[in-house]
């Protein structure tokens, strides 16, 4: 593991509008173990094992965290594809993990998993019974000519990119409650009160 690692960096995407939330959802609050904290705080927590750390983020935005560097989308308003070509341009390593900003009940178990089963491929992604799950997963500096490619041809869903390049499914089957995406504000409700039941 510490061989891959020394390769690989870590980027959360930010750059979204958070439009059926409403607001930003990376500074919604969850409660964990250690006490209150926002998603992009619980997300940051769990990768603590990385060097290079990147905030994937838009104009708009204005986020200081200690140790990541924010990264501001080549390509605005164009969804995550736009904020993985800028942090793959401007990492100083080869492979970037990406993980998306409203999944806060992404796990370090789950992180390590899905490294443990990526061998070098330019893309390895998640899949769980819902399918790809894009936003959890590797991408190589050499995925950046062909999601330039796709952003010319205005086809920004990172999932397009999986034939054009060399690429891996990981199963997270056993890590299915880690992908439930925070979109809405119904979603939000719902994930405080099982907090607060558990």
């Known amino acids: 593991m510490s061989v891959k690692m020394n390769n690989l960096a870590f980027s959360i995407l930010l750059g979204g509008m958070s439009s059926r939330m409403g607001n930003d ?48 989308d080549s ?12 942090v793959l ?21 789950a992180i390590s998993h899905l490294i443990s089963e990526w061998n070098g491929e330019d893309m390895c992604i998640s899949k769980t019974a819902n399918g790809r799950q894009p936003l959890v997963g590797i991408y190589s500096k050499a995925c950046i000519p062909f999601i330039k490619d796709l952003i010319d041809k205005k086809l920004y869903r990172p999932g397009m990119l999986f034939d054009s390049v060399k690429s891996k499914l990981v199963d997270m089957s056993d890590f299915e409650d880690c992908f439930a995406n925070i979109n809405t504000i119904d979603d939000y409700k719902k994930l405080t009160n099982e907090k607060k039941e558990n």
């Open 75 to 86: 390509f605005p308003n164009i969804g995550p594809l736009g904020g993985i070509y800028s």
């Open 89 to 109: 341009k401007a990492s100083k390593k080869q492979y970037v993990l990406f993980v998306a900003c409203d999944m806060p009940k992404l796990t370090k178990e």
């Open 25 to 72: 959802k990376a500074k919604l609050k969850i409660e964990s173990e250690s006490g209150e904290s926002t998603f992009l705080e619980h997300l940051a927590g769990e990768i603590n094992d990385f060097g290079d750390k990147y905030l994937s983020i838009n104009t708009s935005q204005d986020y200081s965290l200690e140790g990541f560097t924010n990264i501001i």
